[in-house]
């Protein structure tokens, strides 16, 4: 399971909602997975739970999924008494709501597994240093010193359109939006707009109305 779309769909599984049927309704968390003695049936016979994307995951919709499966099992006990492996990064984005997992009493009784190999920079040891140091708000002089050497001095426009923006408020990205607009090309023998077209792509296929996420 995941608490995201992408996720599910990245570890071949199906968000938490959509598995177990959960809605918010009224300021709190329901199911209709008790509703179905079919979807009842096929739970029960889980034998292990993996959860995706846990940052993402708020300490209520925690608590309320471990509490299905303990009724499903007919027991007090975390999951149902299901082993459960969470995975994620709590450093991440957080939860829309704004309890984070963590503040569950359901989060207690698990252990902490740090990986501290890395799988997508292992080539790359300076890259993978400075976002560990981002990773806890703390840049070393040798980091700062590497990012500073990446800093854009010239008035190439070229290299300021290709670059990618990371801002804090959304006031300074409309101040980059923006400027960017004034560079846009215009067409001085008509009046009609210019139009660009953009396309989303996932695992550089590109998306379309047949395409959906669980």
């Known amino acids: ?56 995951l708020n300490g209520d919709l925690f608590t309320f999924t471990s509490n ?3 009724t499903l099992h007919n027991n007090n006990l975390i999951f ?51 976002l560990q140091e981002i990773h806890i708000g703390r840049l070393s002089n040798r980091s700062l010193t590497i990012l500073q050497s990446k800093i854009n001095l010239t008035n190439d426009l070229t290299q300021f359109y290709n670059t990618t923006h990371i801002v804090d408020i959304r006031y300074e990205a409309q101040d980059i939006n923006c400027l960017l607009c004034t560079y846009l090309p215009l067409d001085h023998t008509t009046s009609k707009p210019l139009i660009s077209l953009s396309k989303d792509t996932f695992d550089f296929e590109i998306l379309n109305h047949n395409h959906f996420f669980l």
């Open 1 to 56: 399971m995941a608490s995201t779309g992408v996720a599910a769909h990245n570890v071949d599984g199906k968000t938490l909602h959509s598995l177990l049927k959960i809605h918010f309704n009224d300021n709190h968390y329901e199911t209709l997975i008790h509703s179905n003695t079919d979807n009842e049936s096929n739970l029960k016979k889980i034998n292990y739970i993996i959860i995706e994307e846990i940052s993402m």
């Open 80 to 130: 149902g008494g299901i082993l459960t492996l969470l995975v994620g990064n709590l450093a991440q984005l957080p939860s829309i709501k704004p309890k984070y997992i963590f503040q569950s009493l359901v989060w207690l009784p698990f252990f902490l597994l740090f990986l501290t190999l890395p799988q997508r920079q292992y080539d790359d040891h300076d890259f993978y240093n400075i």
């Open 68 to 70: 299905i499966f303990s």
